[in-house]
């Protein structure tokens, strides 16, 4: 069964702290993505991989960066953690370039 | 701009009450489709892909067809557990072959 796997379900942080996301995928797919959901709102996408240390900048990636030294790891960084940042962390995995993603059960981030 | 809509945000039935959801999308090419079913707490489910106008797919209670502005998601009579928030996204010509357009989505309540 594919699986992603998303390194916390809860995170409480402070403003300033640097912050760590991590996202492992077992299905050998070659591209990556990390997003937030926040109510009211779509999925935006934040960054996204296509190949071992490519990235490519989404929607909204002012504040973050990311990090993929291995296929199956993406990890997502928060600088300087602020309140607005305060979210639902989805990452997801594909094998192609169809819209067809695989998601993690999401990383529920409050920044006080 | 490209952007999809989804109608309505909430959607309250009894079970084997059958009712539609709706996605409209502006883009200027489509390449693809997409609903998905997001559990709460978890991250989204892929459900279906859509192509051209005039397109179906079913699975169990669930049918997905495609015009050349929207998309329906018909529910034939539903069951407690249909009850989710479903997830509609669009991938365009000529955006990367990686990024999709998300709905805020439409949240399905089924009433036993």
């Known amino acids: 069964d594919v699986k992603v796997t998303q390194s916390s379900r809860y995170l409480v942080k402070r403003t300033g702290e640097k912050v760590f996301l991590e996202c492992v995928q077992d299905m050998d797919h070659e591209n990556m993505f990390w997003y937030r959901q926040d109510p009211g709102l779509g999925l935006r996408l934040i960054y996204f991989?296509?190949?071992?240390?490519?990235?490519e900048k989404g929607d909204i990636p002012e504040g973050y960066s990311v990090s993929r030294e291995k296929k199956e790891r993406f990890s997502l960084i928060l600088e300087s953690a602020s309140t607005n940042q305060t979210s639902m962390y989805l990452c997801?995995?594909?094998?192609?370039?169809?819209?067809?993603?695989?998601f993690g059960p999401g990383t529920r981030l409050t920044v006080l | 701009e490209d952007q999809v809509t989804q109608s309505p945000e909430a959607l309250r039935l009894q079970e084997g009450e059958s009712s539609s959801l709706n996605c409209s999308y502006t883009?200027?090419?489509?390449?693809?489709l997409f609903w998905y079913r997001q559990d709460p707490g978890k991250g989204p489910e892929f459900l279906f892909t859509l192509y051209s106008a005039g397109e179906e797919k079913e699975k169990e209670r669930l049918k997905a067809t495609l015009t050349k502005k929207e998309s329906f998601l018909h529910i034939t009579a539903p069951k407690p557990e249909d009850s989710a928030t479903y997830l509609c996204a669009v991938q365009a010509v000529e955006d990367s072959n990686y990024q999709l357009i998300w709905g805020a989505g439409t949240k399905l309540i089924i009433k036993p």
């Open positions: 991989s296509y190949d071992v240390k490519m990235k």
């Open positions: 883009v200027s090419g489509l390449r693809g």
């Open positions: 997801a995995s594909s094998p192609g370039t169809g819209g067809k993603q695989f």
